[in-house]
Nanobody
Framework: VQLQAYGGGLVQAGGSLRLSCAAS????????MGWFRQAPGKEREPVAA????????HVAVSVKGRFTISTDGDKNTVYLQMNGLKPDDTAVYYC?????????????????WGQGTQVTVSS
């Protein structure tokens, strides 16, 4: 599976960005897709996830009410709509796929990573 992420950039606090991640290759067995982020000097953390079989979604407490995860009809593209961005959201955002539990996901469970896209929020 190959993952290609798009949509990062520089935005002012309070602004919005939409990240996209297109999956290609052997996607038939993909169970979960989602987004992680990693800020300088910090560990990579899960941001949002969606289950392919049932469409259930999960977001981190820190972004709840501001970020929304969704997929397109064929479930090969996952989106992260980010509203009300804050400087603390500044990080490199990675899309990923993994099996097993959809949430409380450990980065070590990830099967495939996208290349990462930088999101910078200025105050």
């Amino acid at each position: 599976v190959q993952l290609q992420a798009y949509g990062g950039g520089l935005v002012q606090a309070g602004g919005s960005l939409r990240l996209s991640c297109a999956a290609s290759g052997r996607t038939r067995n993909t169970v979960n897709m989602g987004w992680f982020r990693q800020a300088p000097g910090k560990e990579r953390e899960p941001v949002a996830a969606i289950s392919s079989p049932d469409g259930s979604t999960h977001v981190a407490v820190s972004v709840k009410g501001r970020f929304t995860i969704s997929t397109d009809g064929d479930k090969n593209t996952v989106y992260l709509q980010m509203n009300g961005l804050k400087p603390d959201d500044t990080a490199v955002y990675y899309c990923a796929t993994w099996s097993g539990p959809t949430w409380w996901v450990n980065p070590n469970w990830v099967s495939f990573w996208g290349q990462g896209t930088q999101v910078t929020v200025s105050s």
